[in-house]
């Protein structure tokens, strides 16, 4: 079965920072792999995906995320954060087939705040 | 391209009551999902509509069901309503069909249940 983790609850830093939100996965079947955000009252919105093309994925808003298969990770990664960037991230992995492979698995979130 | 489109945005209900969410996908999706976000579960499938057959359910009780008409709409009931049943319904839209696992979930904006 599939599932995800992410090691860390709520994340700070400074405006300009790098930000690193960690991710592992859990899969049988080699992963579809998705980092969601989520501002207040809001939706989730794509970020980026990982679908087996390329290992460093580039997404929306500066950010990127690099699958290691070897350490079942997928960290989301920006070099530079900005104070617009405050919201929480949820990673996710897809369904394998024989358990339903258009439902996504998430993980628990991570909270980011950026102070000036 | 018009989004996911989820009404009402905000109910308030009292216990025992039922309660149905609407949700419009994007055009040419035939696959809708349901999310229930709460704080203390975090975001757990409910259950996938394609082509008007439910494909897949999650772990919870009877009194949540859905359907999907044959525009893709779709609506998800409660039925008796219970004060866990406060959270946040998230709809997610997707192409749905076999070899698609590759693209993404477009969710909607959600609606946001208050049960007292």
């Known amino acids: 079965a599939q599932s995800v983790t992410q090691l860390g609850s709520h994340v700070s830093v400074s405006e300009g920072a790098l930000v690193l939100l960690r991710c592992n996965y859990s899969s049988s079947v080699p992963p579809y792999l998705f980092w969601y955000v989520q501002y207040p009252n809001q939706g989730l919105q794509l970020l980026l995906k990982y679908t087996s093309a390329a290992t460093l994925v580039k997404g929306i808003n500066g950010f990127e995320a690099e699958f290691k298969k070897s350490e079942t990770s997928f960290h989301l990664t920006k070099p530079s954060a900005h104070m617009s960037d405050a919201a929480e991230y949820f990673c996710a992995v897809r369904g394998s087939v024989s358990g339903g492979y258009n439902k996504l698995i998430f993980g628990a979130g991570t909270r980011l705040a950026v102070h000036p | ?116």
């Open chain 2, 1 to 116: 391209k018009a989004g996911v489109t989820q009404t009402p945005r905000y109910l308030i209900k009292t216990r025992g009551q039922q309660v149905t969410l609407s949700c419009s996908p994007i055009s040419g999706h035939r696959s809708v999902s349901w999310y229930q976000q709460t704080p203390g579960q975090g975001l757990q499938f409910l259950f996938e509509y394609f082509s008007e057959t439910q494909r897949n359910k999650g772990n919870f009780p009877g009194r949540f069901s859905g359907r999907q008409f044959s525009n893709s709409r779709s609506e998800m009931n409660v039925s008796t309503l219970e004060l866990g049943d406060s959270a946040l319904y998230l709809c997610a839209s997707s192409l749905g069909a076999a070899g698609t696992m590759n693209t993404e979930a477009f969710f909607g904006q959600g609606t946001r249940l208050t049960v007292v």
